[in-house]
């Protein structure tokens, strides 16, 4: 019933086009049919190759992985193909314009060769009689002559949400990727113990290698330490600065200078933030690469990110509050405290994990102040200088680093070394997802909240 | 009462103190690199800034270095334009709520995703993939891929806010004379955002030359970048240089002033960037 009700509609939409419209819009789709089999026989094929290897799950996963990401790049024309045969059925200008673009690229690939030259050719004529036909009856019809502004705005709304979708799509596809690949290392074994030899990793590599893959137990309390004592250090600072630039100071000079070098401070390069903590905190200071030296570098480099949305939320506080407070015979210290803190915790809790987020997965800074590759185990006796420590994200960099000494090996010991850093990833990805969605769930309860719901 | 009085003053001092203590970072850190890389610096200006990159030559040539971060930078800052100003535009004007509320949390997700993740994706996969349609490896392009998806919620959440902080009035007079939602975005919206556009796109540029760990993991770490527009060749920038050669150096030694030197030139650079950003802000706000 639903079907028919449908295809009469279809049907008197296409009764209400010119029969020219019908025909030019008729051919360019078959040309996108065309383009996009292309892309279907890619994937085809493909799934073929994967199918027909010994193992579906090695090394031809990620050719299968990497294939499909082609296959989706070579539909992609046949797309802006098919949307210009629904601009040429409603016959609009731009529609003619585009086919017959498309008919010269096709042309011109054909005979540059970098499509086969049969395939070239047919779409670059399915095109060229798209346009052809459709500015004859263009011509023919004088009345028909202005576009539809609606026309362009379907289009443009289907084109635009497109490219939203590819920017989710994007962001699921690399945690997916990542965590079908990890996902098997992930175990409490993986996690927990101080140190798993690599045979882990397939008998293929045993031996070849004993550092730094291994449990990641050490990793993750290195990571832990070092990230509470940088947040240690950070948030005194940037709530003060914070509490400073919303609540005490008036627009002037001062304020101006102040914002100027907090701006500044974000756009710093991290690698450059570490670098000046390792010549003067870690040689200078004497402090070596150690838990001080890179908390210190850290809180610089996070520092700008907790005062800036602790201020905003701070600013958010509806000016009745402090009123109020005022009003009840309290100083400003004592407002501050009890009511504007209070009312802005969530915002400011918000601008601590997000700095939590970019510190836990900072790499650069930590490797050059607190630790590097080389290290592979927490020390005894933890000092806050001397002593380097081991860190998450320097875990994957030295993960990635040996995964240059299976090269000779057999394929079978990349894939495993390469499923074992990603599985290091996973972890780390997790983490940081956890903080990151534990923030954003904050900041929305705040945000509703003052606005009184 | 009194003693109120000097709590409160004593409590104003040390949040004015907390306050200028990013000055005081900023200016340290200006200071330490100046220091170290003065040296270096003043031998590129005394002796010509050189072409080739050699240690163990003690030759310290900076040009491949400017040129290939420059290049990097600029293609991921364009891969990410061509999708995320489309997003931005989306989420402006034509979002519905619920597709909103997906887009923006991912975007939020993906500026801060460890960068050294996405590297060793980039590795694992693009790379891959690279290697399996063209026969290039590390290199150029693979880095674009990478920093384009680094950039690209950068471009598209500050471009939005650039749409948003259009004026209602000029929306709801174009609108009111009939045009549709599109006809206003690209007449009247867009170009009296192109100054936030305009600044988005340099900040994520900004963001891409910053850059370490996921450009050290697909770039292919060449000693010396080449110099030419291939995008298939394994190549360097300045900031996976010093992420690299931190360790073999001395102080005092004339490459560890030269690795000093690179990193006054990333700050210049990213400085000069920052303050492009602001100047074409605050210029277009004071219209």
Redesign the interface.
């Known amino acids: 019933m639903r079907i028919t009700k449908l295809w009469f509609k279809f049907y008197s939409y296409l009764r209400k086009r010119k029969k020219g419209n019908f025909v030019a819009s008729a051919l360019m789709s078959g040309s996108s049919i065309v383009s996009a089999s292309f892309g279907v026989m890619h994937l085809i094929n493909a799934l073929n190759l994967w199918f027909s290897s010994s193992s579906l799950w090695g090394p031809s996963f990620n050719i299968i992985m990497a294939d499909s990401l082609v296959a989706i790049i070579l539909i992609l024309p046949s797309f802006a193909m098919f949307l210009t045969a629904y601009l040429l059925m409603e016959a609009h200008s731009k529609g003619i314009l585009l086919s017959s673009f498309f008919a010269l690229a096709f042309f011109a690939l054909a005979l540059l060769g970098i499509m086969s030259f049969g395939s070239g050719l047919i779409m670059g004529v399915f095109s060229a009689l798209a346009a052809s036909t459709g500015f004859v009856t263009r011509l023919k019809n004088p009345t028909k002559r202005v576009d539809s502004p609606i026309v362009t705005e379907n289009l443009a709304k289907f084109s635009l949400r497109f490219s939203g979708i590819i920017c989710v799509g994007v962001l699921v596809f690399i945690v997916a990727y990542i965590g079908v690949r990890g996902v098997k290392y992930v175990s409490w074994d993986f996690i927990t113990s101080q140190w798993i030899s690599w045979r882990h990793a397939g008998n293929v590599v045993s031996g070849v290698i004993d550092a730094p893959l291994g449990g990641l137990f050490a990793y993750i309390v290195g990571s832990f330490l070092l990230c509470s004592l940088c947040e240690v250090i950070a948030i005194p600072l940037g709530l003060g600065a914070a509490i400073f630039l919303a609540e005490y100071a008036s627009e002037n000079i001062l304020t101006k200078t102040i914002r100027f070098f907090i701006e500044t401070l974000a756009g710093i390069p991290s690698i450059v933030i570490g670098l000046v903590g390792f010549a003067f905190l870690c040689t200078r200071l004497n402090m070596g690469r150690s838990l001080l030296a890179g908390a210190i570098s850290l809180a610089f480099m996070i520092l700008p990110w907790n005062i800036r949305v602790a201020e905003e939320s701070m600013k958010a506080v509806p000016n009745s509050y402090r009123e109020a407070s005022y009003g009840l015979g309290a100083t400003k210290w004592q407002t501050i405290r009890h009511m504007v803190l209070m009312s802005s915790m969530p915002g400011i809790l918000t601008g601590i994990l997000l700095g939590l987020g970019g510190a836990i997965g900072e790499t650069a800074v930590v490797m050059l102040t607190a630790g590097d590759t080389g290290v592979t185990q927490m020390p005894n006796n933890i000092a806050l200088t001397g002593t380097a420590i081991p860190t998450l994200p320097v875990w994957i960099y030295g993960a990635y680093q040996s995964l240059f000494s299976f090269q000779g090996e057999a394929g079978q010991g990349v894939w495993e070394g390469q499923n074992a850093s990603l599985g290091g990833s996973f972890v780390l990805l997790v983490v940081f997802l956890v903080i990151s969605i534990t923030s954003l769930i904050a900041r929305n309860h705040f945000l509703k909240r003052l606005s009184g719901k | 009462m009194k003693i109120?009085n000097v709590?409160?003053k004593i409590?104003?001092k040390?949040?004015?103190?907390?306050?200028?203590?990013?000055?005081g970072?900023?200016l340290?850190?200006t200071f330490?690199?100046v220091i170290?890389g003065f040296p270096a610096v003043a031998r590129w200006f005394a002796y010509g800034f050189g072409m080739t990159w050699m240690p163990t030559a003690e030759q310290f040539g900076i040009i491949p270095y400017i040129f290939s971060t420059l290049y990097v930078g600029v293609g991921a800052m364009i891969l990410s334009a061509i999708?995320g100003i489309?997003?931005a535009?989306?989420?402006a004007e034509?979002?519905n709520p619920k597709?909103r509320n997906?887009?923006k949390?991912?975007?939020?997700?993906?500026t801060?995703?460890?960068?050294?993740?996405?590297?060793?994706?980039g590795?694992?996969?693009i790379v891959?993939?690279i290697a399996?349609?063209t026969g290039g490896g590390p290199g150029v392009l693979a880095a674009w891929i990478i920093l384009g998806?680094m950039s690209?919620?950068h471009i598209?959440s500050i471009s939005e806010d650039a749409i948003r902080a259009v004026p209602h009035e000029l929306r709801e007079a174009s609108l009111a004379l009939g045009?549709?939602?599109?006809?206003t975005?690209v007449n009247v919206l867009l170009p009296v955002a192109k100054p936030g556009i305009l600044a988005a796109l340099l900040l994520a540029l900004?963001n891409a030359?910053?850059?370490?760990?996921a450009v050290i993991?697909v770039i292919g770490t060449r000693i010396t970048p080449p110099i030419s527009f291939d995008p298939l060749q394994s190549s360097n920038v300045m900031?996976s240089l010093?992420?690299q050669e931190?360790?073999e150096v001395v102080?005092g030694e004339l490459h560890w002033q030269s690795?000093?030197g690179v990193?006054f030139v990333?700050?210049v650079i990213?400085?000069v960037?920052?303050i492009l950003t602001?100047q074409i802000v605050s210029r277009s706000v004071s219209k």
């Open positions: 109120k709590k409160e409590i104003e040390i949040l004015l103190f907390c306050a200028v203590s990013s000055i970072i900023v340290f850190i330490a690199v170290e999708i489309p997003c535009i989306y989420l034509f979002a597709l997906m887009i949390p991912s975007l939020e997700m993906l801060g995703l460890p960068s050294v993740v996405l590297g060793l994706f590795f694992v996969l891959t993939m399996r349609y998806v690209l919620p598209a045009a549709t939602k599109w006809q975005t900004g030359v910053g850059e370490t760990m993991m900031t010093i992420a931190y360790a102080r690795l000093f990193g990333l700050f990213v400085g960037l920052n602001r």
